[in-house]
């Protein structure tokens, strides 16, 4: 699967969610008690597109990840072969060594399995010397186990010349036959270029038996963490439960969350919530329908550090305001001598004057309500009588 069809596929699961999260803001219209009938609708929309949708990306995501981690990668890696002794071994190393990636081909020797055992020791010495000495590119003859041997071949020899001499030991010098061959062979290739190399690998007579490098590793350990296709469909099953849960419940939550800022924005801040202390007559002062105060641009904070640093504690910028001088302090101290020089008789005496006074004002009183009563006396008018004529 190709990137544009990752991306065409990804849309129509999207477009899948928002139609079940716009059936489930129908709520006001088909009522709140449906809200069982929206959950399924959500669970089987999600179930269908998780099948049909994300199933197929999750089998392409191994290939995926193995082509994104070759472009990241530097090194080279090595592709263990196993390769048909039915064709020519030689063309077939010459054809691995000229695919673009690969840097080089190492290969160890041929191996074969005959049908049974030798029967005596000398018959098995005098095979293994048929064989070291039918080619003169085999350098050794290893012995597996009792049925598999292993002929090895010197470096730059040619592999398919050592097959037929084995081929042809088989066939003169021995009583035992050939059960099979093979020939297994070590590529080293670029990471970057690990797939193409495989992808070329398939179309010839090679058996890839095993990838090893940093590339593999870094993939192999990218794949432990990848869900598989049933994990996927039960996630978006789940999905789809909870758009339609968001959908059904969004209108209450867009409720909550703008009374919940209007609160926050009407709450008042820490600079509002400190008293402000104003020298008098420097005040503004505000229009009888407003209830909120300004403070004046003239006036101190006295929270403020600044006032307790001032040297002559003079507050705001008032200009009435006057420093305390030397002839102010004597003036004052002048008056409360004064007060306190009055002694025991002039106490009474002013008690005395204070009870005259107030008689003098009760008499002032009762005249003034005698005039006005007399003022206010309604008076009767003279009238004269009529003369008889």
Not at 352 to 380: L, P
Request: aromatic share 6%; glycine share 6%.
């Amino acid at each position: 699967m190709d990137v544009l069809t990752i991306i065409i596929v990804l849309i129509l699961f999207i477009l899948a969610m928002i139609f079940v999260f716009s059936t489930a803001l129908l709520t006001p219209y088909i009522g709140k008690k449906n809200l069982v009938s929206v959950i399924l609708l959500g669970l089987v929309v999600g179930l269908v597109g998780g099948t049909f949708l994300l199933s197929p990306i999750v089998n392409d995501l191994p290939d995926f990840t193995r082509t994104l981690v070759e472009e990241s990668v530097d090194g080279t890696d090595n592709i263990g072969l196993e390769l048909s002794t039915n064709g020519n071994l030689t063309e077939i190393l010459h054809n691995i060594s000229s695919i673009n990636g690969v840097e080089s081909v190492n290969y160890e020797g041929i191996t074969f399995k005959i049908t049974s055992e030798f029967e005596t020791p000398n018959d098995r010495e005098r095979f293994k010397e048929a064989i070291t000495s039918s080619n003169e590119n085999i350098t050794d003859l290893i012995e597996v186990d009792n049925e598999t041997f292993l002929v090895k071949i010197a470096e730059n020899g040619e592999p398919q010349g050592v097959l037929d001499s084995i081929y042809s030991t088989f066939s003169h010098n021995t009583y035992i036959h050939l059960k099979y061959t093979s020939m297994q062979a070590n590529a080293t290739v670029k990471a970057s270029n690990v797939t193409k190399i495989m992808d070329e690998l398939k179309k010839s007579d090679v058996v890839i038996l095993n990838v090893t490098g940093p590339t593999e590793d870094m993939v192999n350990t990218i794949n432990k963490y990848l869900p598989n296709e049933v994990n996927v469909i039960l996630l978006s099953g789940l999905l789809g439960v909870v758009v339609a849960i968001a959908g059904f419940f969004v209108d209450s939550i867009f409720t909550f969350t703008s009374n919940f800022r209007r609160k926050r924005r009407n709450k008042p801040t820490d600079r509002e919530r400190i008293k402000r202390k104003v020298v008098p007559g420097t005040e503004r002062r505000t229009a009888p329908g407003r209830n909120r105060r300004k403070p004046n641009p003239n006036s101190i904070d006295i929270f403020d550090d600044s006032f307790d640093e001032s040297p002559k504690q003079n507050i705001g910028s008032n200009r009435r305001f006057r420093q305390v001088t030397n002839e102010d302090n004597l003036k004052e101290s002048g008056k409360s001598k004064d007060k306190k020089s009055g002694g025991r008789f002039s106490k009474m005496f002013n008690r005395s004057s204070s009870k005259k006074s107030s008689e003098e004002k009760i008499v002032k009183e009762k005249a003034s309500d005698k005039k006005v009563k007399a003022k206010n006396k309604r008076k009767v008018p003279r009238v004269r009588p009529k003369r008889k004529e």
